[in-house]
T-cell receptor, first 113, second 109 residues
């Protein structure tokens, strides 16, 4: 089992550019979560999907953020346009009701300059 | 609705015990505990469910008081490998896991 796979591991971009973060959940896990971690705000839930359907996106900070899950093995989080305050580590996690705990990916460290 | 953890930081000598607390203002369905080492992803330790069921790491123990909406994580005979930041995550339903601000645990030899 390769675990939850995120790409890229690091992303440095200029303000105003579009950024796309990618996530491959563990095969068989039917729930996928996007979290953002900063020193000031900790681990924040941005959005989560159940069976590829977005269930709760109330944590998405603003319209510049969007997320999709076109199939059970792939999800994207897009920021357009990016701003310096978006700099953070973005984690993807997946689980299934049979397992209970979440498995996190290694994260994407985003720096917007 | 973010749960509150205490203390914010703990420094121990190897072999000592520690308790980390997590408190919520909302009714809870479950409480999760995770450990995160610097530069790494959070790792699942334990889940405590409403009704008393627990699943998780063999060497970790925790309690869940449903009435008080509180949970405590007990780390006994601490080892150097226990160092890291511990997060509780609370779920009020619908799989929405909200994390506390974390407790930084440092174990010194």
């Amino acid at each position: 089992d390769a675990g939850v796979i995120q790409s890229p591991r690091h992303e440095v971009t200029e303000m105003g550019q579009e950024v796309t973060l990618r996530c491959k959940p563990i095969s068989g896990h039917n729930s996928l979560f996007w979290y953002r971690q900063t020193m000031m705000r900790g681990l924040e839930l941005l959005i989560y999907f159940n069976n590829n359907v977005p269930i709760d996106d109330s944590g998405m900070p603003e319209d510049r953020f969007s997320a999709k899950m076109p199939n059970a093995s792939f999800s994207t989080l897009k920021i357009q346009p990016s701003e310096p305050r978006d700099s953070a580590v973005y984690f993807c996690a997946s689980n299934t009701p049979d397992i209970y705990g979440y498995t996190f990916g290694s994260g994407t460290r985003l720096t917007v300059v | 609705q973010q749960p509150v953890q205490s203390p914010q930081a703990v420094i121990l000598r190897e072999g000592e015990d520690a308790v980390i607390n997590c408190s919520s203002s909302k009714a809870l369905y479950s409480v999760h505990w995770y450990r995160q080492k610097h530069g790494e992803a959070p790792v699942f330790l334990m889940i405590l469910l409403k009704g008393g069921e627990q699943k998780g790491h063999e060497k970790i123990s925790a309690s869940f008081n449903e009435k008080k909406q509180q949970s405590s994580l007990y780390l006994t005979a601490s080892q150097l490998s226990y160092s890291g930041t511990y997060f509780c995550g609370t779920e009020g339903g619908a799989q929405k896991l909200v994390f506390g601000q974390g407790t930084r645990l440092t174990i010194n030899p």
